[in-house]
């Protein structure tokens, strides 16, 4: 899982990680920054240094990753702008070839409101590439072709984001709302992720059977796929 910030990777996928992490699958986020110039304005507002603002938000993103069971990287690449390079390109080629992931999870590659998010998309997808090559100089084996999956951003309408694949979060909701409350750098999103998974799982039960108008609690996340599913099985 490939996270622009420290927090997107909570608020985006905290449910698909903590749902991987229940069946004994191994999950890793590799944080390209802290979020530590643009998504950290109350510890700058309380007069903390730069350096003080990345230990919170690592120690923050450390905290939501144990809650949801996974191991997390960081790359501390900088943000607002996080600027593409070959070198990070080439370290996340060796974090894929480490770890040899059945799904790469990353951000969508439209975002007019944070230009961060669509290059962290953009290197996931071009080191993705990169691991595949079997000429390409890095450790390990080359990738397969494991499917690629873009989380729901914050503004979806502006992000040409649809709700592709929609995924029930509910029993592990807990863990998600945990891992958040694990971030107060960024309270004000707590209850908006909570809204929005209420939302999505009301559209996962009106996909997935008759509209019985029953009460139900069903949490759900969103996702978009880029490669096309490739299946002998329509369903």
Known sequence: MISAHAGDFVWRAGGAIALATSRGERAK???????????????WR????????????REEAENAAAELGAEIEFLDAGDY?????????DRLVRVYRDVVPDVVLTHPLADPYNGDHPAAARMALQARVLAQAIGY?????????????FFEPHQPEQCDF???????????????????????????M????????????VQLKRNAGPNLGLAHDTMGEAYMRLYPQVTDVLS
Not at 46 to 57: D, P, Q, S
Not at 193 to 198: I, Q
Request: glycine content about 6%.
């Open 29 to 43: 986020v590799v944080c390209l920054s802290y979020g530590e110039r643009g998504e950290s304005a109350k510890a």
């Open 46 to 57: 309380a007069g903390k240094t730069l350096e003080e603002i990345k230990a919170i938000r």
């Open 81 to 89: 702008p996080l600027v593409e390079s070959q070198e990070l390109v």
């Open 137 to 149: 100089e890095a450790p390990g084996e080359p990738l397969g072709a494991p499917p690629v999956f």
């Open 162 to 188: 649809k709700p592709e694949v929609l995924l029930d979060i509910t029993p592990v909701f807990d863990k998600k709302r945990k891992a958040m409350e694990c971030l107060p750098a960024q309270q004000h």
């Open 190 to 201: 707590w209850d908006y992720y909570t809204d929005l998974a209420k939302r999505r799982g």
